[in-house]
């Protein structure tokens, strides 16, 4: 099944403990990105990756760092969280970089910063 | 004032109502546009996608843009309990997408 994985679904953590949060999919898509959705604030991009080694800025990329060593993999790492990084993580992928070919998403990983 | 404007609701509606969800812009750069579907504990998923200006169709949704006024339109005829959902409006200014602004969702419950 044609599918973005993230890992974990679920994540307590404390303020300054490096995680991160897993993201693949099976789909050889080139384009990957990472969003954050926050009520009132809607989704907001994180991070890109138009293919291997090739990343760049969303909108809020502050706290957050990305690498895309293979295709299919696109880990968000975030090297000493702060609570204000509490919020629903979406991976998402893309055939290529046509705006017309649909985003696939990943089901969201709730993350929670004590 | 914010790129994307949408009311986030929640919009109540009876089984069969038609339901219109709406967004405003800013940036008139935009020319692709889209609307994505995001059940509860699910990720977003594509529902229409439109270019420029213009109405498309696609079975019981109808996806209408009019850039003059900067205000794009999701209908949805006979509705039905499961197209209850949160409806995120997205844009982008260029082909290659790799930046989409997505409006802030509206949450529509339809109601048998």
């Known amino acids: ?113 004590t | 004032q914010k790129e994307v404007e949408q009311d986030p609701g929640p919009l109540s509606v009876p089984e069969g109502a038609i339901v219109s969800l709406n967004c405003t812009y800013s940036n008139s750069a935009f020319q692709y546009f889209m609307w994505y579907r995001q059940y509860s504990r699910k990720g977003p998923e594509l529902l229409m996608y439109t270019y420029s200006s213009g109405n498309k169709e696609d079975g019981r949704f109808t996806a209408q843009v009019d850039k003059s006024s900067k205000y794009i339109s999701l209908f949805i005829r006979d509705s039905q309990p499961s197209d209850s959902a949160t409806y995120l409006c997205a844009m982008s200014a260029d082909q290659a997408g790799t930046a989409l602004i997505f409006g802030k969702g509206t949450t529509l419950s339809v109601s048998s």
Not at chain 1, 18 to 32: A, F, I, P, R
């Open chain 1, 1 to 113: 099944e044609a599918q973005v994985t993230q890992n974990p679904r679920y994540l307590i953590t404390v303020t300054g403990k490096k995680l991160t949060v897993t993201c693949s999919q099976n789909m050889n898509h080139e384009y990957m990105s990472w969003y954050r959705q926050d009520p009132g604030l809607g989704l907001r991009q994180i991070y890109y990756s138009m293919n291997v080694e090739v990343t760049d800025k969303g909108d809020v990329p502050e706290g957050y760092k990305v690498s895309r060593k293979e295709k299919r993999n696109f880990p968000l790492i975030l090297e000493s969280p702060s609570p204000n990084q509490t919020s629903l993580y979406f991976c998402a992928s893309r055939l290529g970089t046509g705006v017309n070919s649909p985003l696939h998403f990943g089901n969201g990983t709730r993350l929670t910063v």
